[in-house]
Each structure stands twice: as C-alpha cells, then as structure tokens.
C-alpha cells in the first residue's frame, strides 16, 4: 500500500479494520525533503605571526619618562611584507593590527601572492584581498581585523608577499621586528614588480598569515624576549631557536596535518613589567594563546625581569623600580601555566639562560636566577621543561654561557647557540 496515496475519506471508510494497519505506517519510511548541505566555516591554523608592540617607546620603569623619540607618519606609499607560511594550503588569510594607534587606521587596499625576490611577487598569483567583500577596510585603535579568505596555492615553507597601502598623514602606530618590509611611492598594491623599493626599518600592521586547514596541524607558539625573538649582540639573527625547532619538526616524517613554529618574542619584553612591549602576564592571550589553531606553547621569559634595575638608592621610590623576586616571577609564570590549561593547550616551560658577565649581572641577580630555575625543574602542572640552562652553560662556570654559544654580549645566544636551545626541545612532546 503507498502512503502517500491515502487521503482522509480512504481512512473513514477503513473503520475499525484499518486502525489496525496505523502502527505499520508510522515505520514505514516517508518521501524526505533534500536539505542544502550545511557550509562549513573553514578551520584556520596560524602560518606565521608576529607579536605587535608600540611604536612609541613606553618608559623602562612606570613613573619614569620615556626615551624621546620622532613621531613619523606614512606618506601614502605602499608596503610589502614577506613573511614564510609555515603550513601549506589552498585558501589564506591575512590579519592587520591597530593594536597600538591612536586613530583609525585606513587599509586602502591590499594584495597577497607568492613572493618572487625582495620586491617582487609572481604575477600570476597577485590578487587583491578584501574586508567584508570590500577593498578597504578602517581599524578602531585598539582592534585588528582579518581578511577574508582568498584563494592562493601556498606549498609549506613558501615565502608569501602582503601588500598594503596606508592614506598619507598616518601616524605609526603598530610595528615588530619579524618580516622585512619595502616601500614603494603612491599606489602599488596590484603591481607585481616593485624595482627600486626602499627597505624599511621595521615591520608595520600586519602581524598573521592564517591557512584554511583539512587536518590538525600542531601551532607552536615560543613566548618570551630577545633571547626568542632571535637577537644576537644587539642585532635581529637570521636564526633563532623557533627557527631551529621549525627545522627539526621539517625533518619529521609521517606528521599528519603538518605543524608551525610561531615566534612570539619581543626583544627586550618582560614578564611583569610594561617596557618594549606589553608586559608577558598581560600579552600572553593574545600573542600566544590568541593564535588560530594553537596547540603548544613554549615558554621563556623572565631574564629581563631579573636583569633591568634601578640603583639600590632609588629602589625606594616605587615598588615598580625594585627588581622582582623569585616568588613574583615564579607566580607570573604560574599565571601564564594556569591561562593556557583553560584553553587546552599543552604547556613547554624554559629555564632561564645564563648570562654572567652581561652588563646587567650581579651574584645576587643570579641567585634569584638558580632559584627560579628551580622551580621551573620542579613544576608537575606543565607538560615537559625544557632546560635551556642546561643547554647553554659553560662547564667550567655554570653562571656563564658556553663562550662557543655566546653571540659575544654575554646574554644573547650567538647561531650555535641558539641551534643548540633548538635542539634542546624534546620533539616527543610535540609530535605525540
């Protein structure tokens, strides 16, 4: 019998006999409707990212004046930043950063493709990006916004080139030191080649490259100062330890949804005290647990908090100018191991580096240093320490660095040193 042929005056004159019939066609299967295929918002995973401060320095100590510096401003010309994606993929997304301005930052337009050279993109992968569907976007003081999605074949560890150009009269507002960035007069945001570019000092705005993923992808965020972000005697190095750690997870076999190494260092940033860059306790969700996709972070703050003091005479002034203890380091760190256990994100902590005859060291200052070592060895609420100390030192004088790791400043790594701080992650707690 087809239910759907029978209509009201059928079952009426079925009586009694067809009541007994109801149970069997109510299993039996009914003519279903086709539903649209619901669309999948793309899964994002962090590619490259670089943690953002203010243009304008803010004093080294609260109650102290800044250094003076030039307030400059853009003149309409366009930028282009390369940065290398990590991850491969089909589809991108570029983030822009106003997290510093003072005033509304106007995107006129902008454009991504496959870098070709230092001021060059491949021609046919130039395409303009857009905010919503549009070409511009404005950015509140304060915000950032992402891009939508575009379309781009990017293979891992590609170089990428975004372009972007800002209205004259703009003041800097949000810049980092990753990415090297050229400049070129007026409008060129959809031209391909960009001869006679002019470097630029430092990087502006855009601060992330997202990948539409399929599967997991490890993110691996390195939190801390210079010694992540990669200085080596006063100077940004062409390698840092994210660097070497990028290239030892390369060098792994068999990782499904492939992985990222995020280098969220600030040279000179402390863990509890605003300076160059926001203080770590207050960064921490946004550089490092805000990235798309994040899975692991690495921890590696605190030398700065240990080294930077004012004399003993002035100490009395102001809490702020008294340097921190080994109890205030110990719980800003635990606030950081704390934020990142909320969001389900396994925890990697550094031991802190020597740095014996730098020019901020003092017995006491490492005193304070072993006993926050200490703690970071003892910790059962992390994931794994990864004892960087141990990696460094010089056997001789455990205060001092390895003179073949030291870049010559006695604080900052030198390449090998910093290979040597890469090779010292266990790659098992990462890859498990």
């Not at 250094?67 to 366009?78: I, K, T, W």
């Not at 822009?96 to 001021?119: K, T």
């Not at 004892?387 to 090998?416: I, W």
Request: charged fraction near 20%.
């Amino acid at each position: 019998m087809r239910t759907d042929l029978l209509t009201r005056r059928r079952f009426a004159q079925a009586g009694l006999a067809g009541c007994a019939g109801l149970g069997l066609l109510a299993t039996l299967p009914l003519p279903l409707r086709a539903q649209p295929k619901a669309v999948q918002a793309p899964r994002w995973a962090a590619s490259w990212a670089a943690a953002p401060l203010d243009y304008l320095p803010a004093p080294l100590f609260p109650g102290l004046p800044a250094m003076p510096a030039r307030q400059q401003r853009f003149e309409g010309q366009s930028l282009r930043q390369l940065v290398v994606s990590a991850l491969g993929g089909e589809r991108v997304r570029v983030r822009f950063s106003n997290l510093f301005g003072r005033q509304p930052l106007r995107i006129m337009e902008a454009s991504v493709g496959l870098a070709a050279g230092a001021d060059a993109v491949a021609p046919a992968t130039l395409q303009r990006l857009r905010f919503g569907g549009r070409i511009s976007v404005l950015i509140a003081p304060g915000r950032e916004v992402w891009s939508d999605g575009a379309s781009l074949a990017i293979p891992a560890g590609r170089t990428v080139a975004v372009s972007y150009q800002i209205p004259a009269g703009t003041p800097f507002g949000t810049v980092h030191a990753l990415g090297p960035t050229v400049m070129t007069p007026d409008a060129a945001v959809m031209r391909a080649n960009w001869r006679g570019a002019t470097p630029s000092p430092m990087a502006h705005i855009v601060t992330g490259l997202d990948i539409a993923v399929q599967a997991t992808p490890r993110v691996v965020v390195a939190f801390g100062d210079s010694i992540t972000q990669g200085t080596g005697n006063g100077e940004v190095s062409p390698a840092s330890y994210p660097d070497r750690l990028a290239q030892r997870l390369r060098e792994q076999t068999g990782m499904q949804g492939g992985f990222a190494v995020i280098n969220a260092g600030i040279g000179g940033n402390r863990l509890l005290v605003d300076g160059t860059g926001p203080r770590g306790v207050d960064r921490f969700r946004r550089d490092a647990l805000g990235q798309s996709g994040v899975t692991h972070v690495l921890i590696l703050i605190g030398i700065n908090d240990l080294g930077v003091s004012l004399p003993v005479a002035m100490q009395g002034l102001s809490p702020a100018f008294r340097p921190a203890s080994t109890e205030q380091l110990a719980a800003g760190l635990q606030q950081l191991i704390g934020q990142a256990r909320e969001r389900v994100v396994k925890v990697l902590l550094g031991t802190i580096t020597p740095f014996k005859g730098a020019a901020y060291w003092s017995e006491e200052k490492e005193l304070r240093r072993q006993a926050l070592n200490r703690w970071i060895r003892g910790r059962q609420d992390v994931d794994a320490v990864v004892d960087f100390d141990q990696a460094l030192r010089d056997a001789a004088d455990p205060a001092a660095m390895n003179p073949l790791y030291d870049s010559g400043d006695h604080l900052h790594p030198g390449p090998a040193g910093y290979a040597a701080m890469g090779d010292a992650v266990d790659l098992r707690e990462l890859t498990e």
